[in-house]
Nanobody
Framework: QVQLVESGGGLVQAGGSLRLSCAASGRTFSNYAMGWFRQAPGKEREFVATINWNGGRTYYADSVKGRFTISRDNAKNMGYLQINSLKPEDTAVYYC?????????????????WGEGTLVTVSS
């Protein structure tokens, strides 16, 4: 079992930046791949970014490529999502998720554990 807690969300102007954090506890964090997903008001949850167990492989949704950076620090049991050049359409609840076996995945159904989410609101 892995518990995930996101933080770092908030209200930011378009063009600004935020760094989201995901604190993991429970089982060995380095055994899990990690992902970030988001859900905008009235929309379905969508994939944002994922990173494998050791940080050696990452993958991004086309909509965030070049603006978002996913990373992790296994020694601290932490995951991160640096989000730059924010746009109003990035407004959403951002969720951290973990997947057993360490390989990256881009679908919600592939993730085994979820955090409660952190709200990012981008004003124009």
């Amino acid at each position: 079992q892995v518990q995930l807690v996101e933080s770092g969300g908030g209200l930011v102007q378009a063009g600004g930046s935020l760094r989201l954090s995901c604190a993991a506890s429970g089982r060995t964090f380095s055994n899990y791949a990690m992902g970030w997903f988001r859900q905008a008001p009235g929309k379905e949850r969508e994939f944002v970014a994922t990173i494998n167990w050791n940080g050696g492989r990452t993958y991004y949704a086309d909509s965030v490529k070049g603006r978002f950076t996913i990373s992790r620090d296994n020694a601290k049991n932490m995951g991160y999502l640096q989000i730059n050049s924010l746009k109003p359409e990035d407004t959403a609840v951002y969720y951290c998720a973990a997947r057993i076996f360490g390989a990256i995945a881009t679908t919600s159904s592939a993730m085994d554990y979820w955090g409660e989410g952190t709200l990012v609101t981008v004003s124009s």
